[in-house]
């Protein structure tokens, strides 16, 4: 049984994979210590949750980012890696769709 993530990054959350069934075994959105991945990618998975946080102007959200574009580049390429990582680990038994529109 093939089993499928939705990942993309949302303010005030602190993971950025989504089960495509609301009701799954591994919460909604994903309860990162549920899935059968490494201790370092789940970590990796939080740091990235957390730095995103800080891309929203909390004083005001509809303001733009705070963030310059090199932060913004640098971010969207360690994003794509730990996606990269976490199909690698996951392996073919999940799909894991980009849907973070960095």
Not at 26 to 42: F, M, V
Not at 48 to 73: A, M, V
Request: glycine share 4%; hydrophobic share 35%.
């Amino acid at each position: 049984m093939v089993r499928y993530l939705r990942f993309f990054f949302e303010a005030g959350v602190d993971t950025p994979l989504w089960p495509e069934d609301m009701d799954s075994e591994y919460g909604y959105p994903c309860d990162l210590e549920r899935l059968p991945i490494s201790p370092a990618l789940r970590a990796e998975l939080a740091r990235l949750s957390t730095w995103y946080q800080s891309s929203i102007d909390w004083e005001y959200p509809p303001n733009p980012s705070p963030w310059t574009g090199l932060e913004q580049q640098l971010f969207k390429e360690q994003a794509h890696t730990a996606l990269e990582s976490l199909r690698d680990e996951l392996g073919a038994e999940w799909k894991v769709r980009d849907e973070s529109l960095l």
